[in-house]
């Protein structure tokens, strides 16, 4: 009932070598200048008990990633404030999912952080608003293991 992406868009496997630029599986640098942190769009599937996740990349500026990154071990960080930051990660919607305005918000030591989207008219904000049906589940897991079909 999930589905993760590795790295943010904005990433290439070259950049693994240089020293300015680190990926990890929940951080991500990009030339010293671009933050990126891993968390989780959950959408409701309303003919079940359980949830659908996207596991995606936020972007935030550096304070905020600093913060988060200072806090990232600390217990309560789950009582900071949403950090706001730009979708980093291009989903199977049209129009695109890149640069969709989101709000992070931390969760317990060892859960990952909450993505909330701003309630646009964007197919996936719909969805998160609203939710989706075990058919919608599907669909998205057979595009995402067989995109060329």
């Not at 790295?7 to 200048?33: F, G």
């Not at 891993?38 to 309303?46: D, H, N």
């Not at 990232?72 to 706001?84: I, L, N, S």
Request: glycine share 4%.
């Amino acid at each position: 009932m999930a589905f993760h992406l590795e790295a943010p868009v904005y990433w290439s496997p070259e950049m693994a070598d240089s020293p300015d630029c680190e990926l990890t599986s929940d951080q991500c640098v990009i030339n010293r200048e671009h933050f990126f942190v891993r968390g989780l769009i959950e959408i409701p599937v309303l003919d079940s008990e359980e949830s659908f996740a996207w596991g995606v990349w936020v972007s935030l500026s550096e304070k905020s990633f600093a913060h988060i990154s200072d806090h990232w071990e600390t217990e309560g960080r789950e009582h900071d404030d949403p950090y706001f930051g730009w979708l980093s990660s291009a989903l199977d919607y049209d129009p695109t999912t890149v640069n969709l305005a989101t709000n992070l918000h931390s969760r317990p030591v060892g859960v990952r952080p909450f993505i909330e989207l701003e309630p646009t008219d964007h197919p996936l904000a719909v969805e998160q608003r609203n939710g989706i049906t075990l058919a919608r589940v599907q669909e998205i897991a057979e595009h995402a293991l067989h995109p060329n079909n």
